[in-house]
């Protein structure tokens, strides 16, 4: 079996490296946001390092119609929760240092969630960072639409998946939306 914190590193250091090659596939993963499975509202994600940009794809939902949240970590080992957002709100850093809405804004369920990955599999399935937020997240809300963004580059042929793993429903990227062919 592959050791999956060997292939984190690996992943970090590829995305880093698709990052710097593509600087406008966010823009492109954006113009496909037609394609997606329909939901409201959205869970988007405040991009961090070299995680696919969220801020064309948020204007682009945006302008369908959709509406917008974001994850919250209020406690490392539980789900997350999701805070109504739209961009320009401000943001305060969660229990995980990631940029949050403020608790005053509304919290909601979303439909569908996108979320940022290292590495994925045509199977739906995702390598995250290992924290275990977005499964933990995933499990809690077993009804939710689950969606990657990602490079397409990220794409590797047989992702390890251990039982807590929950898989994706879909990926979009730079080159369009393609839904996972096994889903469990």
């Known amino acids: ?35 997606l499975p329909p939901g409201d509202p959205v869970a988007v994600y405040h991009a961090i ?63 569908l969630i996108l979320t940022p990955l290292l590495a994925f599999d045509v199977q739906g399935g995702r390598l995250g960072q290992g924290g275990g937020y977005y499964d933990r997240t995933f499990a809690a809300l077993p009804q939710a639409i689950r969606i990657g963004f990602a490079y397409a580059g990220q794409q590797i042929d047989d992702l390890p998946v251990e039982g807590h793993d929950i898989r994706l429903h879909g990926v979009l990227t730079e080159v369009g939306y393609t839904a996972a062919r096994k889903v469990l």
């Open 49 to 111: 390092g070299s995680e696919l940009d969220t801020d064309a794809l948020s204007v682009a939902l945006i302008r369908l119609g959709r509406s917008l949240c974001l994850p919250v970590v209020l406690e490392r080992d539980a789900p997350m929760i999701f805070r109504h957002w739209a961009p320009g709100e401000p943001l305060e850093l969660d229990q995980a240092g990631v940029p949050a809405p403020l608790p005053l804004a509304e919290t909601v369920v979303p439909e």
């Open 1 to 35: 079996m592959i050791d999956k914190s060997q292939l984190r590193s690996e992943m970090r250091a590829h995305r880093k490296r698709l990052a710097g090659l593509d600087p406008q596939a966010a823009e492109r993963a954006a113009s496909h946001v037609s394609h």
